[in-house]
């Protein structure tokens, strides 16, 4: 409020009527030291304001930075996934390459038969132990969960829907199906 009367109160000031800032600090009732108080809480609270942006900014490009870093340790995993797996199956690796090179036709069949099965066996053992099953098909109901039907045909003796004939067998890893056993099944 202005110290005009109302009878002038909605007239145009006048420049000459106005002090520098257009108000009279007196007359809004703050007085000269409430008002460095009041510059002093503002410079604080920009202060805070400044100090918290800056905190913001610091928390924004670390969750960056981690955003990153994670990233590129997901790629490296799924690059490296087989690593261990395939540090296994070198040995089997190496029974194969030693049984090419020192194959002999002259070798008996049994003996012949009998270093593949223990090569089977050790590659079979190794992918058990990384949680590889075989799906047991032969004489079970067909179950397409499990199995491929690749053909169906008639079987005296067989309940119908049965698996009577494997052409392929199925394996899970780990109770998850990562190929279905093709199978022939009975009509």
Not at 136 to 155: C, I, Q, R, V, Y
Not at 156 to 184: F, P
């Amino acid at each position: 409020m202005t110290g005009r009367s109302k009878k002038y109160q909605n007239e145009p000031i006048e420049e000459n009527e106005m002090d520098e800032t257009g108000i009279d600090e007196q007359e809004e009732g703050v007085d000269k030291g409430e008002g460095s108080e009041l510059r002093e809480t503002i410079a604080k609270l920009e202060q805070e304001v400044f100090d918290y942006r800056d905190k913001l900014v610091r928390k924004a490009a670390e969750f960056e930075n981690y955003k990153k870093r994670t990233s590129d340790e997901f790629v490296r995993l799924i690059e490296t996934a087989n690593e261990d797996l395939l540090t296994t199956l070198l040995p089997v690796l190496d029974d194969i390459e030693r049984f090419r090179k020192n194959y002999n036709p002259e070798i008996k069949p049994d003996d012949l038969k009998k270093g593949i099965d223990m090569i089977f066996d050790k590659l079979n053992s190794i992918l058990n132990n990384f949680g590889l099953e075989e799906i047991e098909s032969l004489n079970k109901e067909f179950n397409p969960d499990f199995h491929d039907a690749l053909m169906m045909t008639e079987k005296e003796g067989v309940a119908s829907n049965t698996v009577v004939d494997q052409h392929e067998k199925g394996y899970k890893l780990k109770n998850k199906i990562i190929r279905h056993a093709k199978v022939v099944v009975s009509k």
